[in-house]
């Protein structure tokens, strides 16, 4: 069954369109990449995704069931969204930040359950988490932040994960964590991933396909290295980048400035 | 550098962290209940006829217990007559303004929410002068229908904050700021301007007993302040969890199921609710809500499911004890107990508002 069909998908704010009628399809078990530079519309198609934002027409089905029948709990007990955005607003420790994730597991006043600290443990396990399980979450570094909000998505074991820009405010050495642990989620749990980026970089290795999005609308949608496609790149951010071939797939450089 | 992504910018909890569960909700509030007493106690014995703890507790156990009457009919007046209802009411409104700055804190994300900064508190006494222009009384159906006039105001002022203040859905600290500190004003003005242009005599009195502190009240009032506090908590408390997912920010919150703009009207209606009550029999008392809550979270941590409760418990411990700093320190004279909350209160707004420009935002 596909985990995802985005029929038609269109959306406008009020100060214009963001997506022009957009068509795909995501597998189960499958890792899509979106890409696209700024403004090409890749956090609103999340957004929709995980029934955030309502459409202005089109269809999205989530698992074959369309996705205004989805009840909300459901819903978040079945999509899990990391935003781009990781700042806490209060001194919430780790594993109480975790265990929000179980929000749509539980009931009224959401007292921690056996299963939701089963959960919970489990997802700071996986992400590494485990020794700073008792620190306030206001207190640790971006990347630390950033594995805390897959932790928490995690928890809410999800069968489909969304995440935005999950590399943006990394270093290099955090954003090869951080990848290495959603291809292992999607490997070892058959986790389905789609993971919006501007960097194309991240894609070669982890996903399986990729979509990329250039003022709302889909210019191409294939196999990594289709989508790499100098000519094609070259379409969208003109002569300001170069494309080389590495050893495990293309990769995409800014230009040097001219000496 | 092969350490690097083990090592950590924060040392290892010593502690394993302690998720909420019943029993520590227990235990934290039977605690802060048990030293809510004993703050109950010494207001009551405090006072220009010193009365001792002892002798106040069997003088309260005496209409249920046999117990033989070793106070003066002074003294029992005294404790029973003046000090009772007063410290009765400093509790309820303590209580009402601790839990509504938690509630406001959570739902804008913002630790510097108070219903006094946030201007709530102007536009509920602004409602309770409506209320007197209209013929409301302090006694008999007055006494309900001030806090309901109070509430009005309340909401009111809080919405204009909210619309005023929201940029993309978010409220930053300076137009929150900002926009309290308009609203505040607006009303104070208001509140003036309407007892400049209506001579009654009665009403000066109002606009005088607006100013923060504890007057006298009827049983009546007393009740009615305590019925608005104890259907807004209960309402705030059952949207205590939705509101901790609320920290994640509006989006996360709603991938998680979370109902964003409901949980944040329910907290509008519910905190304006028990701030117009407060308000209509104290006027603004200040700081209360913005101080409580922050020694609650350092204390026991930002669970609103802990934290709400706990503000409740000591906004009510604070109340009472700054009531009795303010009948004891220029005695016989008093002073109004808003002196004494805003004297330690805006020290600890500056301390706050230091820390937050030097980066520290917690």
């Known amino acids: 069954m596909s985990a995802l069909e985005v029929r038609g998908l269109l959306h406008g704010y009020r100060d214009g369109t963001v997506l022009k009628g957009l068509d795909f399809t995501v597998e189960a078990g499958e890792v899509l990449g979106v890409f696209g530079p700024n403004s090409a519309g890749k956090t609103t198609l999340l957004r929709l995704v995980c029934g955030t934002l309502i459409p202005s027409a089109g269809e999205i089905r989530l698992f074959g069931r369309p996705l205004p029948e989805w009840p909300r709990r459901e819903l978040a007990r079945t999509v899990a969204l990391v935003p781009q955005e990781t700042a806490v607003a209060f001194p919430y420790t780790v594993l109480e930040v975790v265990l929000m994730g179980r929000y749509p597991h539980g009931g009224g006043f959401g007292l921690p359950t056996p299963a939701d600290l089963a959960a919970a443990e489990g997802a700071l396990a996986r992400t590494d988490l485990t020794h ?79 979509l990329l999005l250039h003022a709302g609308e889909v210019l191409r949608l294939g196999a990594v290295k289709e989508v790499m496609d100098p000519a094609l790149l070259r379409r969208i951010y003109g002569e300001a980048i170069r494309v080389e071939e590495g050893p495990d797939g293309p990769r995409i450089f800014p230009a040097a400035p001219a000496p | 550098m092969s350490e690097r992504t083990l090592a950590s910018s924060v040392a290892p909890a010593a502690i394993p962290a302690a998720p909420v569960t019943a029993r520590r909700l227990l235990r934290l509030c039977g605690g802060l209940s048990a030293a809510l ?48 209802p007063r410290a009765l009411l400093a509790g309820l409104v303590g209580a009402s303004l ?77 137009t929150l700021l900002l926009a309290g500190v308009a609203v505040s ?50 309402v705030l408390l059952a949207v205590a969890q939705p509101l901790n997912v609320l920290a994640l920010g509006e989006e996360a919150a709603a991938a998680l199921g979370v109902e964003v703009e409901r949980a944040k009207r329910v907290v509008f209606v519910a905190a304006s609710l028990v701030t117009g009550a ?61 002196v004494i909350t805003a004297f330690c209160g805006a020290p600890f707004f500056a301390v706050l508002l230091r820390r937050r420009a030097r980066g520290g935002a917690r």
């Open chain 1, 132 to 210: 700073l399980a008792g620190a306030p979450v206001t207190d640790l570094s971006g990347g630390e932040r950033q594995r805390v909000m897959l932790a928490r998505a995690l928890a809410q074991a999800p069968r489909l994960l969304l995440l935005d820009e999950p590399t943006a405010h990394l270093d290099l050495a955090h954003q090869a964590e951080v990848l290495a642990l959603i291809a292992a989620l999607n490997r070892k749990a058959g986790l389905t991933v789609i993971l919006v980026s501007h960097d194309l970089n991240v894609a070669p290795g982890l996903c399986h396909r990729a």
């Open chain 2, 37 to 84: 007493l004993a703050t109950l106690l010494l207001s009551l014995s405090a006072g220009t006829i010193p009365v001792g703890p002892h002798r106040v507790l069997l003088m309260l156990l005496e209409p249920v217990l046999p117990l033989p009457a070793i106070w003066t009919p002074t003294e029992a007046a005294a404790v029973l007559v003046l000090r009772l």
């Open chain 2, 98 to 174: 601790a839990i509504a700055g938690g509630a406001f804190q959570a739902m804008s994300r913002n630790p510097l929410a108070d219903p006094f900064i946030l201007g709530v508190s102007s536009g509920a006494a602004f409602g309770v002068v409506v209320a007197v222009l209209l013929g409301v009384g302090p006694g008999g159906a007055g006494a309900v229908l001030a806090p309901l006039f109070g509430f009005a105001g309340a909401l009111l002022a809080a919405l204009v904050v909210y619309r005023l203040a929201s940029v993309d859905a978010r409220l930053p600290v300076e």
């Open chain 2, 185 to 234: 004003l607006f009303f104070a003005s208001a509140i003036m301007l309407v007892s400049a242009l209506v001579p009654a005599v009665e009403l000066q009195g109002i606009v005088f007993s607006l100013m923060g502190n504890l007057a006298p009240r009827g049983p009546a009032a007393v009740a009615a302040v305590a019925a608005c506090l104890a259907v807004g908590s209960a």
């Open chain 2, 278 to 338: 407060a308000v209509s029999v104290s006027g603004s008392v200040a700081f209360v809500g913005l101080m409580v809550p922050h020694a609650a979270r350092l204390l026991f941590g930002p669970d609103n499911r802990v934290l709400l409760p706990a503000s409740l418990l000591m906004g009510a411990i604070f109340l009472m004890a700054a009531d009795v700093v303010a009948r004891l320190v220029a005695a016989p004279a008093e002073l109004p107990v808003g």
